[in-house]
Nanobody, 122 residues
Framework: QVQLVESGGGLVQAGGSLRLSCAAS??????MGWFRQAPGEEREFVAA????????RYADSVKGRITISRDSAKNTVYLEMNSLKPEDTANYYC?????????????????WGQGTQVTVSS
């Protein structure tokens, strides 16, 4: 089993920044990702990272504004979000998969955190 606990969400003005954290515990995981879900919308892929190699993958909508990273010593994955827009408003979820590839599909992640709300005001 894997336990994921997100933190760092909040209210920020457009153009501002936030850093989300996801503390992981349990079995070894190779790929971790972030997804988000806005009200009335489907959950969508944001970014993913290979735990050991540090390779990354991003959704086109966030490239250049959002960075995923990890601190292996703390077993924590981060999502650094800059130049935030009102359309970035969503509940952000940390996820982990037993896959060895940078997957983007919701169904390909076996473990999920409870989510943390990000609200960007205009």
């Amino acid at each position: 089993q894997v336990q994921l606990v997100e933190s760092g969400g909040g209210l920020v003005q457009a153009g501002g920044s936030l850093r989300l954290s996801c503390a992981a515990s349990g079995r070894t995981i190779y790929i971790m990702g972030w997804f988000r879900q806005a009200p009335g919308e489907e959950r969508e892929f944001v970014a993913a990272l290979t735990w050991h190699g540090g390779s990354t993958r991003y959704a086109d909508s966030v490239k250049g504004r959002i960075t995923i990273s990890r601190d292996s010593a703390k077993n924590t994955v981060y999502l650094e979000m800059n130049s935030l827009k009102p359309e970035d408003t969503a509940n952000y979820y940390c996820a982990a998969t037993l896959s060895y590839d940078l997957r983007v599909g919701i169904g390909e992640y076996q473990y999920w955190g409870q989510g943390t709300q990000v609200t960007v005001s205009s």
